[in-house]
Nanobody, 122 residues
Framework: QVQLVESGGGLVQPGGSLRLSCAASGSIFSINTMGWYRQDPGNEREYVAGITRSGSTNYVDSVKGRFTISRDNAKNTAYLQMNTMKPEDTAVYYC????????????????WGQGTQVTVSS
C-alpha cells in the first residue's frame, strides 16, 4: 500500500555532489519523520540524517556541514543534498519514513525504500 522509492545515486568524484530523492506513494494519510540511512558491506546500517514534518533536522556528526536533508510535504518527498563528498560516504543509501496510512490513521509505521548506491571514487 505504501512505497518509498529512492533515486539520484551514482558515481561521483571526491569533493563532488549528489542529490538523492525519496518519494513516498500509496494510501498515505500523513508522513511524520523522514530519514536517510546508509550501509556499506561489512557494516551495520548507519543513521545519516532525519527531518520532522515541521522541518527540524538532525545529522550524524560525520556529515554535518556537508549534507542537507529537506522535504516537500506536498510531494511526499525527502531529499538529501550531499556536498564535498568523501570516499567514506560510499554506501547504499536507504530512505525511511514514519507513515500513517488512510486505513490506519492512528498508527504510525516505519517504511523503507529499496536503497540507492552511492560511490565516491576517482
Amino acid at each position: 500500500q505504501v512505497q518509498l522509492v529512492e533515486s539520484g545515486g551514482g558515481l561521483v568524484q571526491p569533493g563532488g555532489s549528489l542529490r538523492l530523492s525519496c518519494a513516498a506513494s500509496g494510501s498515505i494519510f500523513s508522513i511524520n519523520t523522514m530519514g536517510w540511512y546508509r550501509q556499506d558491506p561489512g557494516n551495520e546500517r548507519e543513521y545519516v540524517a532525519g527531518i520532522t514534518r515541521s522541518g527540524s533536522t538532525n545529522y550524524v556528526d560525520s556529515v554535518k556541514g556537508r549534507f542537507t536533508i529537506s522535504r516537500d510535504n506536498a510531494k511526499n518527498t525527502a531529499y538529501l543534498q550531499m556536498n564535498t563528498m568523501k570516499p567514506e560516504d560510499t554506501a547504499v543509501y536507504y530512505c525511511n519514513a514514519d507513515i500513517q496510512t488512510e486505513q490506519r490513521r492512528l498508527i504510525s509505521l516505519t517504511y523503507w525504500g529499496q536503497g540507492t548506491q552511492v560511490t565516491v571514487s576517482s
